[in-house]
């Protein structure tokens, strides 16, 4: 048996992380809550992309990116238990956040491809957000018109355009850092 003091800290900063998704799925479970259910589920999954990526990839991630990856999970599957609704910026730091991690990844794919990353970045986040507001809307007619608890909300057109803002600031940092914080995913490439 390993001992607690054993366990490296960035082991158990994943642990505490991934085990704050769960106890959000299971919290879901109990309140019946299919947002938190939902996002909880996929938020695990996505934490461990980086092993995924790394057994499939010459790649490595560096410690912090799979924290920040882990992160953006947890606040994601959180944020369905009340923070979206009663805490203000709460979805301007989940859509930079998502923005980042997916413009992030745009960035590394066209930079190993030879492609523009800059402009592989703006297209993905302006592309992708807007389909995911109109998904939002989309699920969100489809679950009331079935009597379902709605797994997306969207708030408003206001809100739909503040969502975008918000995607191409974290567009923005992947394009204002991405050479340095992602070098690890890019630097030998031939």
Same mark, same amino acid.
């Not at 994943?14 to 769960?22: E, F, L, N, P, T």
């Not at 190993?112 to 969100?140: F, K, N, P």
């Given at each position: 048996?390993?001992?607690?003091?054993?366990?490296?800290?960035?082991?158990?900063?994943?642990?505490?992380?991934?085990?704050?998704?769960?106890?959000?799925?299971?919290?879901?479970?109990?309140?019946?809550?299919?947002?938190?259910?939902?996002?909880?589920?996929?938020?695990?999954?996505?934490?461990?992309?980086?092993?995924?990526?790394?057994?499939?990839?010459?790649?490595?991630?560096?410690?912090?990116?799979?924290?920040?990856?882990?992160?953006?999970?947890?606040?994601?599957?959180?944020?369905?238990?009340?923070?979206?609704?009663?805490?203000?910026?709460? #979805?301007? !730091?989940?859509?930079? $956040?998502? &923005?980042? +991690?997916?413009?992030?990844?745009?960035?590394?794919?066209? @930079?190993?491809?030879?492609?523009?990353?800059?402009?592989?970045?703006?297209?993905?986040?302006?592309?992708?957000?807007?389909?995911?507001?109109?998904?939002?809307?989309?699920?969100?007619?489809?679950?009331?018109?079935?009597?379902?608890?709605?797994?997306?909300?969207?708030?408003?057109?206001?809100?739909?355009?503040? #969502?975008? !803002?918000?995607?191409? $600031?974290? &567009?923005? +940092?992947?394009?204002?850092?991405?050479?340095?914080?992602? @070098?690890?995913?890019?630097?030998?490439?031939?």
């Amino acid at each position: 048996m390993v001992n607690s003091t054993q366990i490296p800290m960035g082991q158990k900063v994943k642990r505490s992380i991934k085990g704050a998704i769960v106890a959000v799925f299971i919290a879901g479970v109990r309140r019946w809550n299919p947002g938190a259910i939902v996002n909880a589920a996929v938020g695990l999954v996505v934490a461990y992309l980086p092993d995924i990526i790394e057994g499939k990839y010459d790649v490595e991630f560096r410690p912090w990116q799979r924290v920040y990856t882990e992160i953006a999970m947890l606040m994601h599957a959180v944020g369905m238990l009340g923070p979206y609704d009663d805490t203000w910026w709460w #979805d301007h !730091f989940t859509h930079t $956040l998502s &923005a980042s +991690l997916l413009g992030g990844a745009v960035y590394v794919a066209a @930079q190993r491809c030879g492609r523009d990353s800059q402009r592989s970045v703006l297209v993905a986040i302006v592309g992708g957000g807007i389909l995911w507001e109109v998904m939002e809307y989309t699920i969100h007619g489809l679950t009331d018109r079935l009597g379902l608890e709605p797994v997306l909300i969207p708030y408003s057109a206001r809100d739909t355009i503040v #969502d975008l !803002f918000f995607n191409l $600031l974290g &567009a923005l +940092l992947v394009l204002l850092f991405g050479d340095r914080l992602l @070098q690890n995913f890019t630097q030998n490439m031939d």
